[in-house]
């Protein structure tokens, strides 16, 4: 058994709720930039340190009278303020106890993008309304409701989510642009050629505005379309109202977020997205959670539904495809059979923290690696179907010579993925195996072959598999932890969990 810590550098081993310095000004809300270094624990109960912090949180004391007012002819008022930040990455907001009347409309805007509009009917039970990030220093928050029901408006406790890590794959400091480690594979590139539908199934997951892990949209034998992501339990995706995590309303699922052309930030986008989920499923040993999105990816995504393969027979070679550091989609490859092995994650930078053990595959890469941020990608097989979830690991690009110089690009160090046929039949925290899920008919397939968008049923033979015929390969593996040790002058950023 491999004993592995969890740990966080100094930039993001806690999340950041400080109530800041506000101005406002009419109808608008300058925000000072959160202090770097303070630090918040982690919800209580929660297991370990979310992949990616790359936003901080700051404390809005939001009222009616912050906004202004205006009145089209066409029955409605509109309420409106712009929020000014000195230099964050992108701007999302949690608003609580959020009073509406019927027929309301909520945005959040920039120049770069919007999200909603949500709807009254959009907040969950509490009344929260979580509104997605947009990209960009400002944003504009407005709500348009009938102007005979204007009064109705209130607004309990209001948070901003404060980026401080660009998401938007286009700044010049985004891996992207070559800042990954020179061992990373972008999709785009031929290396990816073999593997389009894994690539086309990954999407990068936003967690309540903040934390960022990566998840897979999985097909099931009804072949029905339901929108099923699987991702890993260590990012802390809970039930609405459930207080050791994050809840699942405020998921957001980012699609086709790659570049078009190799190594080259052409034709980018982060607006293929979907808000709000519901937590199906989740699993310590597994390190394995379900989420079902709160609507189906539209056609104009193209999206894919992944095949998978719960036999437990793992695979000679195959890829992992993720978002490191929340950076455009990147490819990994092994040549050698994954094996089975039992790990223990330990939260080393957390106080209190627990430890957790999980059947996992061992990976070791023959060309690409992972990184922080990458938790919750999928492991496929030569016939791309998933068969576990990125829960950390050691691997790196070789040592980074001294100023850049005497360096080496080979992969070192192994990767752990918690395994699929553990969660299938594993009744896990909310008590129903995954299986139920991926297997809604109750056909008994351990094998499923992956399927575009639409409602034709899945096959379930040939290279996709059914309950016979598993792919041969290795006895399966295990690969788990990723934290990554970057020394920068005389310092230690611990990026990624490793074994001890």
């Known amino acids: 058994m491999h004993f592995i810590k969890r740990l966080c550098g100094s930039w993001c081993a806690a999340l950041w709720i400080l109530a800041m310095p506000l101005t406002a000004t009419g109808a608008e809300l300058t925000v000072a930039r959160p202090a770097a270094d303070a630090a918040q624990p982690l919800p209580a109960g929660m297991l370990t340190t979310p992949v990616l912090q790359a936003a901080r949180v700051i404390d809005l004391p939001l009222t009616v009278q912050h906004g202004s007012w205006s009145f089209p002819a066409d029955g409605t008022a509109v309420w409106r303020l712009q929020l000014r930040t000195a230099d964050a990455t992108y701007v999302g907001l949690q608003l609580q106890d959020l009073q509406l009347p019927p027929h309301s409309r909520v945005t959040l805007s920039s120049d770069q993008g919007q999200s909603g509009p949500f709807s009254d009917r959009d907040r969950g039970g509490d009344n929260t309304l979580w509104l997605p990030l947009v990209h960009g220093n400002d944003a504009v928050l407005e709500i348009v409701l009938p102007a005979a029901s204007m009064s109705e408006l209130r607004f309990g406790e209001t948070t901003m989510q404060y980026g401080v890590v660009p998401l938007d794959g286009r700044r010049p400091q985004t891996k992207a642009e070559g800042d990954a480690g020179a061992c990373h594979n972008d999709v785009a590139c031929p290396v990816g050629d073999d593997w389009r539908a894994a690539i086309d199934a990954t999407v990068l997951l936003v967690i309540a505005n903040r934390n960022v892990c990566n998840g897979v949209l999985l097909n099931n034998s009804r072949g029905d379309g339901a929108p099923l992501i ?75 539904y992944a095949g998978w393969d719960a036999t437990g027979n793992g695979a000679s070679r195959g890829s992992g495809v993720h978002h490191p550091a929340g950076d455009l989609k990147k490819i990994s490859l092994f040549d050698q059979p994954v094996q089975k092995e039992i790990v223990t994650i330990t939260d080393g930078a957390i106080i209190g923290s627990r430890d957790q053990t999980v059947d996992a595959w061992r990976v070791a890469w023959s060309d690409g690696v992972t990184e922080f941020g990458s938790s919750g990608s999928g492991l496929w097989t030569p016939q791309q179907q998933l068969i576990g979830v990125l829960s950390g690991g050691r691997s790196a690009c070789g040592r980074a010579g001294f100023f850049g ?20 039949t594993r009744a896990g925290a909310l008590g129903t195996p995954i299986q139920r899920f991926l297997d809604p008919t109750g056909s008994g397939v351990l094998r499923l072959n992956q399927r575009t968008g639409g409602n034709a049923p899945p096959a379930t033979g040939g290279s996709g598999g059914s309950t016979g015929t598993p792919e041969s390969g290795g006895d399966g593996g295990g690969s788990l932890t990723w934290i990554a040790l970057i020394t920068l002058f005389g310092g230690v950023l611990l990026r990624r969990r490793r074994p001890a």
Do not use: K
């Open 230 to 304: 699987i991702t890993a339990d260590h990012c802390g995706i809970r039930a609405d109202g459930d207080g050791d995590g994050f809840p699942a309303a405020s998921v957001t699922a980012i699609f086709n977020f790659q570049s078009q052309q190799c190594d080259r930030s052409v034709g980018v986008s982060s607006e293929d997205r979907i808000t709000g989920a519901t937590l199906l499923y989740r699993d310590s040993r597994s390190d394995t959670s379900l989420i079902r999105l709160d609507r189906a990816p539209p056609a104009a995504f193209n999206a894919h």
């Open 405 to 424: 110089l005497g360096g080496s690009n080979d992969v070192v160090g192994p990767d752990f993925y918690g395994r699929l046929e553990v969660a299938f």
